[in-house]
């Protein structure tokens, strides 16, 4: 028999639910080490599928001003990747099914040293990673080890992948696939469904991983419209927002799942009217 | 005297490795394009045609080759080996990087690119492009760390009059990783029509060894000058290091002579053991940022602390991987200069051969003032003068202003 992953669980389930999942991202530590443990374990009741959870950098290359403002304000507030671990080890502690992907920039888990990161990420109960500049051509610095403690890659697909490169950027690929919906950073522009559309049934001729659309979708609207066809729809720079527009930290909660709550309900009912179109 | 660029290094490898160092860590959205551009420049590298064009724009419109100049004055003043000044700041628009622009312009022209992107730090590099850019023809966005501009305006206004579009950037210290970082943010969401034209041997393979190879057209020339002159190699070659370009561009075709001995200076700002300054080699460790591993200057958990030093051109956090790789080596030997120590010698070079050279190119001329005097005058030195100082008029009066009666310029 073999033992099935939370996101593997976590997407089989929604099959049954002909659903898409709901992944939302907030950066560990924003904006402070207390609201941000708050925000984390209330998402999976607001309606969260799937979390991602922002390993903070200084310098993150590919994020729009909202994800840096983020990153910048749980750095200031003194959070570490040992910090960010425990978050999730307390979490994990409480919910043992919502799978938690941690996203980032390949640095700090250099620093803290690739073999340690992984065996503490797979004991604290971290089910995937997103490492933004790591491409295929560098598998064998993390991709590679991260199976090795069962811990998924999930690998990006973006509109400049062409059918030449897409073997080579699904062949180690694992958890799901992230397509980046525009060739930009995090929290631009939004593009049309009808392209998105054509996109993921493309990538689905090519792999058989579940399929989420992220970067630029901010409304419960453009999150139903995605979620009609692709496996998971990735909320982030909208919610990250909230905390920043937030007076106080309970505000910064009460928005974050305020949004969360609307998305969830949006896309629970994403499919109703359209029941032939898939599955 | 234009030779063609370097064919015969061995590094990188394929996958833009020098040793650990190097590689290609970017965002997905930008991988095909960059295999896309060491395709073309490995194709321009062999293209008789294209090489043709580079050694005509180098040798009409930037000016070279640049003098190798035997610095008598400067050379009784230390009281030691013999100084030689690799005239770089004579180049068109002041600095060597025009050499490495004019090499990327026409690889964009190649590649059919339309819009043409930089970072720049001290904004030379950003006058550079701004200038191939009106040459050729191509809108160009600078991007500038807003402290950098505060310290540099008068290259902030030369890229303007140039036509460029410069992009003040107010994100982490507003310094040249800043500026590095909003260019990459622009690159990808331009990635269909843009050439990012980057101004060190750093950032994802193949900018390294290609920034290089444009560059080594100052080592190759002084080789020939060297030998036209004295019949013989230079005994060591000395230039300072931000990036590292103009002192690779010097070094790579003396690497395999290795009684040449070569000497990177870092900027060392208040000192290496103050924690302000800018010397990866001297008081970093290695880390990935902007493409590639390298030494870096950052915390134990990877986060990236800013660089410190009076000159704007030196202050990067980083360094280039060829570099990382030549010191872990011993190839060539790393040093730092403090700011004080660079101000002094950008004086001595002022007043002793009436040459202001650029704050960066003065922490080059420190190690000078430190090795030529412990040196016999046989002993061949040759200085990289990188650049010229007209741009840190601004910054030396603030420092200096009092010893001259000079309040505010």
Same mark, same amino acid.
């Given at each position: 028999m073999?033992?099935?992953s939370?996101?593997?669980n976590?997407?089989a389930a929604?099959k049954?639910q002909n659903?898409?999942?709901l992944v939302?991202?907030l950066t560990?530590g924003d904006?402070d080490?207390?609201?941000?443990?708050?925000l984390l374990?209330?998402?999976p009741k607001?309606?969260?599928d799937?979390?991602?959870?922002?390993?903070?950098?200084?310098?993150?290359?590919?994020?729009g001003p909202?994800?840096q403002?983020a990153a910048?304000?749980?750095?200031?507030?003194?959070?570490?990747q040992?910090?960010? *671990?425990?978050?999730?080890?307390?979490f994990?502690a409480e919910d043992?099914?919502?799978p938690i992907?941690?996203?980032g920039?390949?640095?700090?888990?250099?620093?803290?040293?690739v073999?340690?990161f992984l065996t503490?990420a797979?004991k604290?109960?971290v089910?995937?990673l997103i490492?933004v500049d790591?491409?295929?051509?560098?598998d064998?610095?993390?991709?590679?080890?991260?199976?090795?403690?069962?811990?998924?890659?999930i690998r /990006?697909?973006?509109?400049?992948t062409d059918?030449?490169r /897409?073997?080579?950027v *699904?062949a180690?690929?694992?958890?799901?696939?992230?397509?980046?919906?525009?060739a930009?950073v995090?929290g631009?522009?939004a593009p049309?469904p009808?392209r *998105?559309?054509g996109a993921?049934n493309q990538?689905?001729?090519?792999?058989e991983?579940p399929?989420?659309v992220g970067?630029?979708?901010r409304?419960?609207?453009?999150?139903?419209?995605?979620?009609?066809?692709?496996d998971?729809v990735?909320?982030?720079?909208a919610?990250?927002?909230?905390?920043?527009?937030?007076?106080?930290?309970?505000?910064?909660?009460?928005?974050v799942?305020g949004?969360?709550?609307?998305?969830a309900?949006?896309v629970r009912?994403c499919?109703?009217?359209?029941?032939?179109?898939?599955? | 005297?234009?030779?063609?660029m370097?064919?015969?290094?061995?590094?990188?490898?394929?996958n833009?490795l020098f040793?650990?160092?190097g590689?290609?860590f970017?965002a997905?959205t930008?991988?095909?394009?960059?295999?896309?551009l060491?395709d073309?420049?490995?194709i321009?590298?062999s293209d008789p045609?294209?090489?043709?064009?580079? =050694?005509y724009f180098q040798? $009409?419109?930037v !000016?070279?080759?640049?003098p190798?100049?035997?610095a008598?004055?400067?050379?009784e003043?230390f009281?030691?080996?013999?100084?030689y000044?690799?005239r770089e700041e004579?180049?068109?628009t002041g600095a060597?990087k025009?050499?490495?622009?004019? !090499?990327?312009v026409?690889l964009a022209?190649?590649?059919?690119?339309?819009r043409?992107?930089?970072?720049t730090?001290?904004?030379?590099?950003?006058v550079a492009t701004?200038?191939v850019?009106?040459?050729f023809g191509l809108?160009c966005?600078?991007?500038?760390?807003a402290?950098?501009?505060?310290?540099?305006q008068p290259n902030?206004?030369r890229?303007?009059?140039l036509?460029?579009?410069?992009i003040p950037?107010?994100? !982490?210290t507003g310094?040249?990783?800043d500026?590095?970082n909003?260019?990459?943010r622009?690159?990808?969401?331009?990635?269909d $029509?843009?050439?990012y034209?980057?101004?060190?041997?750093?950032g994802?393979?193949?900018?390294?060894a290609m920034?290089?190879?444009f560059?080594?057209?100052?080592?190759?020339e002084t080789?020939?000058?060297m030998?036209?002159?004295?019949?013989r190699?230079p005994d060591?070659?000395v230039?300072?290091?931000?990036?590292?370009?103009n002192a690779?561009?010097l070094?790579?075709p003396?690497l395999n002579?290795?009684d040449?001995?070569?000497?990177g200076?870092? =900027?060392?700002?208040k000192g290496?053991?103050s924690?302000?300054?800018?010397a990866?080699?001297?008081?970093?460790?290695?880390g990935?940022l902007?493409?590639n591993?390298?030494?870096?200057l950052?915390?134990e958990? !990877?986060?990236?602390?800013d660089a410190?030093?009076i000159?704007?051109?030196? $202050?990067?956090p980083?360094?280039?991987p060829?570099? =990382?790789?030549l010191?872990?080596?011993?190839?060539?030997?790393?040093?730092? =200069?403090?700011d004080?120590e660079?101000?002094?010698?950008?004086q001595?070079c002022?007043q002793?051969?009436?040459?202001?050279?650029?704050?960066?190119?003065?922490?080059?001329l420190a190690e000078v003032?430190k090795?030529a005097?412990?040196?016999p005058r046989e002993?061949l030195?040759?200085?990289?003068?990188?650049?010229?100082g007209?741009? $840190?008029?601004?910054s030396?009066?603030?420092?200096?202003?009092?010893k001259f009666g000079?309040k505010?310029?």
């Amino acid at each position: 028999m073999t033992h099935k992953s939370r996101l593997e669980n976590c997407f089989a389930a929604l099959k049954q639910q002909n659903r898409p999942a709901l992944v939302s991202y907030l950066t560990a530590g924003d904006p402070d080490a207390d609201t941000s443990r708050r925000l984390l374990h209330g998402l999976p009741k607001a309606g969260v599928d799937i979390i991602e959870l922002g390993m903070p950098f200084s310098d993150p290359m590919a994020d729009g001003p909202a994800i840096q403002k983020a990153a910048l304000r749980a750095l200031n507030n003194g959070q570490t990747q040992a910090k960010t *671990l425990e978050m999730v080890r307390r979490f994990r502690a409480e919910d043992s099914t919502t799978p938690i992907v941690l996203m980032g920039y390949y640095n700090p888990i250099f620093c803290y040293g690739v073999e340690r990161f992984l065996t503490d990420a797979a004991k604290a109960g971290v089910d995937g990673l997103i490492v933004v500049d790591l491409p295929p051509e560098h598998d064998e610095e993390l991709c590679t080890p991260a199976a090795q403690h069962g811990i998924d890659f999930i690998r /990006l697909a973006t509109p400049t992948t062409d059918a030449k490169r /897409l073997p080579k950027v *699904l062949a180690n690929a694992s958890g799901f696939i992230y397509y980046v919906s525009v060739a930009g950073v995090t929290g631009g522009s939004a593009p049309t469904p009808e392209r *998105l559309e054509g996109a993921v049934n493309q990538l689905r001729e090519h792999t058989e991983l579940p399929i989420a659309v992220g970067f630029g979708i901010r409304t419960a609207e453009q999150a139903a419209t995605i979620g009609r066809f692709s496996d998971a729809v990735v909320v982030g720079s909208a919610l990250v927002d909230c905390i920043e527009n937030a007076n106080t930290p309970d505000e910064a909660i009460e928005r974050v799942h305020g949004l969360v709550s609307e998305l969830a309900e949006s896309v629970r009912a994403c499919r109703e009217v359209s029941e032939e179109h898939q599955f | 005297m234009n030779k063609p660029m370097d064919l015969s290094s061995s590094l990188p490898d394929a996958n833009g490795l020098f040793g650990s160092f190097g590689g290609r860590f970017v965002a997905e959205t930008l991988m095909p394009l960059i295999l896309e551009l060491q395709d073309e420049y490995t194709i321009a590298k062999s293209d008789p045609e294209f090489q043709r064009q580079l =050694a005509y724009f180098q040798g $009409d419109y930037v !000016g070279r080759p640049s003098p190798l100049y035997f610095a008598e004055r400067l050379t009784e003043h230390f009281g030691g080996a013999s100084i030689y000044l690799k005239r770089e700041e004579l180049n068109h628009t002041g600095a060597h990087k025009i050499n490495n622009c004019i !090499g990327q312009v026409l690889l964009a022209k190649q590649m059919g690119k339309k819009r043409i992107i930089a970072e720049t730090g001290a904004g030379m590099h950003g006058v550079a492009t701004a200038t191939v850019a009106a040459r050729f023809g191509l809108p160009c966005v600078i991007y500038m760390g807003a402290t950098d501009i505060e310290r540099q305006q008068p290259n902030v206004f030369r890229m303007k009059l140039l036509g460029a579009e410069v992009i003040p950037v107010t994100s !982490g210290t507003g310094t040249l990783k800043d500026a590095m970082n909003e260019a990459l943010r622009d690159w990808v969401t331009n990635v269909d $029509d843009t050439f990012y034209i980057i101004g060190t041997v750093a950032g994802p393979h193949p900018y390294p060894a290609m920034v290089r190879d444009f560059q080594a057209v100052i080592g190759h020339e002084t080789r020939a000058q060297m030998l036209e002159k004295k019949g013989r190699l230079p005994d060591s070659l000395v230039a300072c290091i931000g990036g590292g370009s103009n002192a690779l561009g010097l070094f790579h075709p003396f690497l395999n002579d290795l009684d040449v001995k070569m000497i990177g200076v870092e =900027a060392g700002g208040k000192g290496v053991k103050s924690g302000l300054h800018a010397a990866s080699l001297n008081g970093g460790t290695p880390g990935v940022l902007h493409g590639n591993r390298t030494y870096l200057l950052q915390n134990e958990d !990877g986060q990236i602390i800013d660089a410190h030093s009076i000159s704007a051109g030196l $202050d990067y956090p980083g360094i280039g991987p060829e570099h =990382a790789w030549l010191h872990e080596q011993g190839r060539v030997e790393y040093v730092s =200069a403090t700011d004080d120590e660079a101000l002094e010698a950008f004086q001595v070079c002022c007043q002793q051969e009436g040459i202001i050279p650029a704050l960066e190119t003065a922490h080059a001329l420190a190690e000078v003032a430190k090795r030529a005097p412990t040196l016999p005058r046989e002993h061949l030195m040759v200085v990289n003068l990188s650049g010229r100082g007209d741009k $840190d008029m601004m910054s030396v009066a603030h420092h200096l202003g009092e010893k001259f009666g000079v309040k505010q310029l």
